[in-house]
């Protein structure tokens, strides 16, 4: 008995310090070798998303083994095999039944694995999945999780993850509309635009987060009264919306102080808010 006991005690206690130092080792070698390894081909962002994913997947992945581990030397200090050869007949069918019941499951843990494997979104991306938009939180074997712009929670199962439209994957784009009055120079309107775009693309707080100055693209709809113009530029991922932000408020400025007035009606940007489910 005291035998048992003593084995017991090892493989728990073994099983606590696997338990807690893998996940440490883990990312020791997700910061050490997968970052020394991709850190010429994968921008910054990129990477750093990349290594919290897959952080958190081996983490779990290992946990889950430790602690199964620790269950089956358990089993076998407690029990005897041939004394429940008979039960183990009957848990065979047991869980036949049951695999009926884990199909979803299965398909669950099986898209999680390609999700991560083809790289469709990590950790920190923004993402629109079924109409919902939000920052992906984390992503398991089974689920992802995604708070979005309300703070709002959703947990969507990975099988049933059919199309993804990830807005912040190797770069993204500040993209907006603004209007003007309809008897405005489109040509001094023009200028005004590139010259901020290229003004802020070089501008020490701005250099890093822009890739191509955002500048005028095209004309857009307009009525009797107001014109839109249609403002595009590339960015680094996940900063679209700091850069349209800043490049609607200088613009609102230099308008101002320029004497050009602004459409009645403007049509509303298209930069996204990542947030609610579409209506």
């Known amino acids: 008995m005291w035998q048992i006991i003593i084995h017991s005690s090892i493989i728990l206690a073994v099983g606590a310090v696997l338990f807690w130092a893998g996940p440490m080792i883990i990312n020791w070698l997700m910061a050490n070798v997968f970052v020394t390894a991709y850190q010429r081909t994968l921008h910054r962002k990129d990477l750093e998303k990349r290594q919290r994913t897959l952080n958190v997947l081996f983490a779990n992945v290992w946990r889950i083994l430790v602690v199964l581990g620790i269950a089956y030397g358990l089993f076998v200090q407690f029990f005897d095999y041939k004394a429940l050869a008979p039960l183990f007949a009957s848990a065979g069918i047991i869980g036949v039944a049951f695999g009926f019941g884990a199909q979803s499951l299965v398909k669950d843990f099986l898209s999680g694995v390609f999700i991560i494997s083809e790289n469709q979104f990590r950790v920190g991306d923004v993402i629109e999945i079924d109409g919902f938009g939000g920052t992906v939180e984390r992503i398991g074997i089974r689920s992802t999780i995604m708070r979005d712009a309300d703070g709002n929670v959703h947990y969507f199962p990975n099988g049933m993850v059919q199309h993804v439209i990830n807005k912040t994957m190797g770069y993204s784009v500040?993209?907006?509309?603004?209007?003007?009055?309809?008897?405005?120079?489109?040509?001094?309107v023009t200028k005004i635009i590139n010259k901020i775009g290229v003004d802020l693309a070089h501008?020490?707080?701005?250099?890093?987060?822009?890739?191509?100055?955002?500048?005028?693209?095209?004309?857009?709809?307009f009525t009797a009264t107001t014109v839109n113009l249609i403002v595009s530029g590339k960015t680094q991922p996940s900063d679209q919306w700091d850069v349209t932000a800043e490049?609607?408020?200088?613009?609102?400025?230099?308008?101002?102080?320029?004497?050009?007035?602004?459409?009645?009606?403007?049509v509303a940007g298209t930069v996204p808010t990542h947030a609610k489910k579409k209506s």
């Open 203 to 221: 501008e020490d707080e701005w250099k890093y987060k822009i890739i191509e100055a955002p500048q005028y693209v095209m004309m857009g709809e």
């Open 174 to 188: 500040a993209r907006f509309t603004i209007g003007v009055a309809i008897d405005t120079s489109i040509d001094e």
């Open 247 to 266: 490049m609607r408020t200088r613009l609102l400025e230099k308008f101002e102080s320029s004497g050009i007035k602004l459409g009645v009606n403007p």
